[in-house]
């Protein structure tokens, strides 16, 4: 076991040693001038004009594109936006309704649309949008990354489609000690992802090594922090997988996926994030489990079907390479670090709305039920998800309608799995319709046809219904 220590030891000291390194030549200033109204407007406007290129572009690698996932893309209907609504969409269609035909690249055509219902999207994206004939389209926003994150978060809609394990996001508690273990396996998986695979013998071994390393940091774990680690790999490093080997079939001067996922790493790694619960969890999911895929990639040939089975990516990984089983004295002599230095719990916070909201609006869905939205930014909480900055929401059952855009939404755990509590922060309380009824302090009685406008959001009643009022809080 000695042997085995110095082994590993050496090789994780070196690949240590050149990611900080790199880690080092991180962080270069950037001198940003003023840019006047007048060039705003025209490097828009050039922008825009460029989403019709972009299209262009991936369509020109149609069928290396599909390859990359197999049953992923089995016909493009994947658009680019801009800020005006005007969108570009690639779709294998001999006729669109309301859509202009502009140009066809390897036999799939391009359409093209001005339409103030994408506008709602604005600097964002939209998933499984539904056109005419049960057409469902996915879009991104115009920007330097539009194509790449078309092609992650289109992989999300069909991730839906396939069997997701649960992310569970309560009971989660990790501690300081299992965070350091957590970036030394980073700095392991750098060092894989920038060595030659025809060292193969060495290569190898330094796989069994993070996974043994990973497997000892589990073991401090309680099950359910273990299954959402596992489970948020499954979701976002697949899709980050999926997004760079894209990326690398249309940037062909950029070097191999190892570097371009690692480049990619250090970024996430590099954004300072307060919650380290969220950071641990679901930020960097994305290169960890990413990076997983890449080793899959190599050493399991068929790992995209188990994938879409449920398997999760460390487990197909733990599967092929057996971990050697560790204990704290191992740990302490391969990475440096003793359990009695950083014992400090990290507990998931708890969110309390009432605290930090002086005003809200409350109401309950059953599950099953539609809510879409799409947020700038989330967080998890022990008692449930913040989204912040929503561009789209949109909720409706037989008594009521719920559309607009909102600054917060708190989706609240609730003891009852057959329902969900939702929460919006708001200004104020409105005032009362000519169409409701004041029957008590704290209740009306509103009219069907009834319309609130609260807070960006608007309220369609469809039927007579109350609404109760208190304490700062409006509740259907």
């Given at each position: ?205 330094n796989i069994v090594l993070y996974v043994s390393i990973r497997k000892y940091r589990e073991s401090l774990m309680n ?55 969220e950071q641990f969890m679901r930020w960097s999911a994305y290169y960890h489990g990413s990076a997983i895929c890449y ?182």
């Open positions: 076991m000695n042997k085995f220590h110095d082994f590993i030891k050496q090789g994780f000291d070196k690949m240590h040693k050149e990611f900080r390194s790199t880690n080092h030549k991180r962080n270069i200033m950037m001198k940003i001038s003023i840019i006047s109204p007048f060039l705003l407007l025209f490097f828009t406007q050039v922008n825009a004009q460029s989403a019709l290129k972009k299209i262009e572009t991936f369509l020109k690698h149609a069928e290396e594109i599909k390859q990359v996932w197999p049953g992923y893309i089995k016909k493009f209907h994947h658009g680019i936006y801009g800020t005006d609504g005007t969108t570009y969409l690639a779709l294998e269609a001999q006729d669109l309704e309301g859509w202009k035909k502009t140009k066809t690249v390897n036999n799939i055509p391009i359409w093209v649309k001005k339409d103030k219902t994408f506008k709602k999207f604005a600097n964002l994206f939209f998933l499984n949008y539904p056109l005419q004939n049960d057409v469902l389209i996915d879009g991104a926003f115009n920007d330097k990354n539009a194509i790449f994150i078309l092609f992650h978060e289109s992989f999300h809609a069909f991730q839906s489609t396939l069997k997701p394990p649960l992310t569970k996001w309560t009971d989660i508690s990790i501690s300081d000690y299992i965070s350091t273990i957590k970036d030394k396996e980073f700095a392991i998986l750098y060092g894989l992802l920038k060595q030659k695979k025809d060292e193969l013998h060495q290569f190898k071994k099950k359910n922090s273990v299954e959402l680690e596992r489970s948020m790999e499954w979701q976002e490093g697949v899709a980050a997988f999926v997004e760079y080997n894209i990326k690398h079939i249309i940037e062909s001067n950029k070097p191999s996926i190892g570097p371009m996922l690692n480049d990619y790493g250090v970024k996430i790694s590099n954004k300072t994030n307060s919650n380290k619960i080793l899959l990639d190599y050493f399991n040939p068929g790992w995209k079907a188990q994938i879409e089975q449920g398997k999760k990516p460390f487990d197909l990984l733990e599967e092929t390479f057996r971990p050697a089983e560790l204990n704290q004295g191992d740990i302490e002599k391969l990475l440096g670090i003793g359990k009695n230095i950083n014992e400090k719990q990290l507990k998931q916070k708890i969110f309390n709305k009432y605290k930090e909201w002086k005003n809200i609006l409350r109401f309950s869905s059953n599950n099953g039920e539609s809510i879409t939205y799409q947020p700038l930014y989330h967080a998890s909480f022990e008692n449930g998800t913040l989204v912040k900055n929503i561009i789209s929401f949109h909720y409706e059952n037989e008594m009521y309608k719920i559309t607009g855009r909102a600054k917060s939404l708190f989706f609240e755990n609730s003891e009852d799995s057959k329902t969900g509590n939702n929460i919006f922060k708001i200004k104020k309380l409105p005032k009362k319709p000519k169409t409701c009824k004041e029957i008590s302090e704290t209740q009306w009685l509103c009219e069907g046809g009834t319309r609130l406008k609260i807070s960006g959001l608007k309220i369609d009643i469809k039927q007579k219904m109350n609404i109760h009022l208190a304490n700062g809080v409006i509740q259907f």
